[in-house]
């Protein structure tokens, strides 16, 4: 007999959806412990569990996926090739009717490029807080792209207003946003992408407690300090409308003690039979939640409170260390709303972590 983690190890399938297969009767262990409640499976039944997950991932629906089992262990093959070729079929028309929607897509945003009236370039210059704008590219640095395909990506946004400077990186799973106060800008709002290394050479010399002075003329972007200067070209790419992104509905908070809390998913449970890759990287998850105490517990396997929320362990750590507080708040809204990582003292300077959806 094999145990439900010896399963998942070896079937491809993560334990809460053998869990889940179990309550919706698709793949029902050959025992449950009468007093534990543990799952305990036959032999045989591994070679069902590879081919359920091998349709799940294919995105067969569970209705056509009880069928195929149902026949696959019977005599009945006709039945599972016409259930295979009618899902292969789906996937096929489904494939065609989005690529007529990106097409669409294309030409509509090509007719935008044409009609838009260029981008206005102008000179910005403006003096701002050594100690705040180290602090701030500190704060939001992690969460630079590094995906190639994406170039407006791979670098911060400054974001220049009158009397402060906000910058902004995001790879798409996590946004991290902060401020510092400026001066010595009084026109309209400038948005700059300055590209990661050029972000790296100006948090180099930000050290002192000097102001220092930032411009951006044409597609250069320089700062300068009383110790040196970097200068380079900013991205010719635009960023993402942040502002749409980081208003989040009301959600739980709770506040942690960094130190202790970091131990916590360092040490803590993942599940790591639900491997994923994102960006072409495996990668293990934490699951959330806030208890009843208001205290952020690292769910275990057997947990299944449908308010937890899974999200990349890795990517947890880095905004833990970015959020550069002893305290922090974390703050819930439904499990598929990003998890938001603020500092107490400072509510324009926080993280968001995108949440992953658990295999079920």
């Not at 972000?199 to 951006?216: H, K, T, W």
């Not at 809390?261 to 495996?282: I, L, Y």
């Not at 003292?345 to 995108?354: G, I, R, V, W």
Request: hydrophobic share 40%.
């Amino acid at each position: 007999m094999r145990s439900i983690g010896e399963m998942a190890r070896e079937s491809g399938l993560g334990v809460s959806a053998l869990r889940f297969y179990d309550r919706t009767g698709v793949l029902v262990p050959a025992r449950v412990d009468p007093v534990s409640g543990y799952r305990w499976y036959d032999p045989a039944q591994l070679e069902e569990a590879r081919l359920l997950a091998r349709l799940r991932r294919a995105g067969m629906p569970l209705a056509d996926v009880r069928l195929v089992l149902a026949g696959w262990s019977g005599a009945d093959k006709d039945l599972v090739g016409e259930l295979l070729q009618a899902h292969l079929r789906r996937l096929e028309r489904d494939l065609s009717d989005a690529r007529d929607e990106f097409s669409t897509l294309q030409e509509l945003l090509a007719y935008r490029e044409n009609t838009l009236t260029s981008r206005l370039v102008t000179t910005v210059r403006l003096t701002a807080s050594a100690p705040e704008l180290a602090a701030a590219l500190d704060a939001v640095r992690f969460a630079c792209s590094t995906d190639p395909e994406l170039p407006m990506l791979g670098g911060v946004l400054f974001d220049i207003e009158e009397a402060a400077l906000r910058v902004v990186a995001t790879d798409r799973y996590r946004m991290a946003v902060a401020r510092a106060g400026a001066t010595g800008h009084g026109g309209p709002a400038v948005q700059v992408v300055v590209p990661a290394p050029l972000v790296d050479a100006m948090r180099a010399l930000v050290n002192g407690e000097e102001p220092v002075r930032l411009s951006a003329d044409g597609d250069r972007v320089t700062l300068e300090t009383g110790d040196g200067q970097a200068s380079g070209r900013r991205l010719d790419h635009d960023f993402p409308d942040y502002r749409r992104l980081v208003h989040l509905p009301t959600g739980r908070r709770a506040l942690v003690d960094v130190a202790v809390f970091r131990k916590a998913v360092e040490s803590g449970p993942v599940r790591t039979s639900e491997v994923r890759h994102q960006d072409g990287a495996s990668y293990d998850l934490s699951v959330l939640k806030v208890a009843h105490d208001g205290t952020v517990v690292v769910c275990d396997d057997g947990d299944d409170d449908q308010n937890q929320v899974a999200v990349n362990r890795e990517f947890l750590l880095d905004a833990i260390a970015a959020g550069g507080r002893d305290r922090l708040v974390l703050e819930f809204g439904v499990p598929t709303a990003p998890i938001a990582i603020r500092r107490p003292d400072d509510e324009e300077t926080f993280s968001l972590l995108m949440p992953v959806r658990l295999e079920h």
